[in-house]
């Protein structure tokens, strides 16, 4: 008698055979990528990707997540532990994309996906509304200029430090120039005060000076030393009211004075730990905190000087001028201004490629203002949203 039984168990064990076969075919034969990081608004149209290198690994498969589908879809491969996702039609600024990234030398050679990372970039948009300035080494000239305030009326004045030049200079609404305003050795910080009064500090003599409406000299303070009330070289000035936030650059601390040039308190001293600086050069008061930059940090302090936290930027030349409004903070960091959050979300690379962003201000329409040192020209960058 024939026994049916057989072929069934014969199919069975052909088929658990190529089960275990495909299960070997598919298993990873190499680690895991791990610490897979993707850039959140570093970028204006791409995305960076990076994780930690796979021993053995010649490839790796990047994949990113079709919204539409649901399902990751492989989109490059990278020979180097990282990879640059390229947007050449913006149509997702701010919004997060999600990747994954796998070792893959061949079908028979790779490791297990990483796990999910998101990223985003921020697109364009801001455009020039305004562009004025050239070199000179006379009244109007730009030859080293760095900080820039404006008035009610929207004028600009702009410090300009070089020896044959050392003024702040005057420029109209429409980058006109208008007058060398002020005269003193090296200014850096310039600020409208209460009471039509207006504030310069000059770096050359380490003297804070302030002026009436006519620039006739009501009052100074200062001397070059690292005492109470002394300076080594001024930087930006932050104004609270009658407190002034004032940058002490090469003391490496922030002292605060009031506006009649008593001292109030001091915080900061050289070194790179928390509270600590190395040459700070920007300051703005940012919802109720006093944010300052330097190297590639920017640290935020309560108005006593009380630390808070900060933050440490990998890829930028450096952080200068600081500006601030309700929901942003604004920072010169040379090859852009950075517009930031309060949770540190990148929402704008203002001006990437045009030049080196040290001076910075903020006009009352939200224009960013932007002082390009080594071009010698004033940027005024507009929102297109």
């Known amino acids: 008698m024939r026994n049916s039984s057989l072929p069934i168990l014969l199919f069975i064990v052909l088929l658990l055979l190529n089960s275990c076969k495909q299960e070997v075919e598919l298993s990873p034969t190499m680690e895991r990528v791990i610490e897979l990081e993707a850039s959140k608004g570093t970028y204006w149209n791409s995305i960076l990707l990076t994780w930690k290198p796979v021993p053995q690994a010649s490839m790796y498969e990047v994949y990113r997540l079709d919204a539409g589908t649901e399902e990751f879809v492989l989109i490059a491969t990278s020979t180097q532990a990282q990879y640059v996702d390229e947007f050449e039609v913006l149509e997702q600024p701010l919004t997060d994309i999600y990747y994954k990234v796998r070792a893959f030398n061949s079908s028979t050679e790779f490791g297990a996906f990483s796990d999910m990372a998101y990223g985003y970039y921020t697109a364009r948009s801001y455009d020039v509304v305004l562009e004025f300035g050239q070199f000179g080494q006379s009244a109007g000239g730009f030859d080293f200029s760095e900080h820039v305030t404006l008035d009610n009326a929207g004028n600009f004045y702009i410090s300009e430090t070089s020896v044959s030049n050392s003024s702040i200079q005057k420029f109209s609404a429409d980058g006109v120039f208008v007058e060398q305003y002020y005269n003193c050795g090296s ?40 005492g ?21 650059h090469v003391n490496h601390r922030i002292q605060k004075m009031d506006i009649y040039g008593n001292f109030i308190s001091k915080w900061g001293s050289e070194g790179l730990a928390d509270g600590q600086f190395d040459n700070p050069w920007g300051i703005a008061l940012f919802q109720n905190m006093v944010v300052v930059s330097s190297d590639k940090r920017l640290q935020f302090f309560d108005k006593n000087g009380t630390f808070i936290r900060s933050w440490y930027f990998d890829n930028v030349m450096g952080l200068h001028d600081l500006a601030a409004d309700d929901e942003f903070i604004y920072v010169a960091a040379v090859n852009a201004v950075l517009k930031i959050d309060e949770d540190r979300h990148f929402t704008d690379r203002i ?7 040290i001076g910075l201000a903020l006009k009352e329409n939200g224009d960013v203002v932007v002082v390009d040192t080594y071009e010698r020209k004033v940027r005024v960058y507009r929102s297109n949203e």
């Open 228 to 248: 109470d009330g002394q300076f080594r070289y001024f930087r930006q000035i932050a104004v609270d009211g009658e407190t002034l936030f004032i940058v002490d």
């Open 187 to 226: 200014p850096r910080a310039f600020k409208f005060l209460p009471n039509n009064e207006a504030l310069i500090a000059c770096s050359s003599e380490n003297t804070i000076k302030v002026i009436d409406a006519a620039k006739n000299p009501i009052r100074e303070w200062g001397g070059t030393g690292s």
């Open 351 to 357: 001006g990437v490629g045009d030049g080196g962003a």
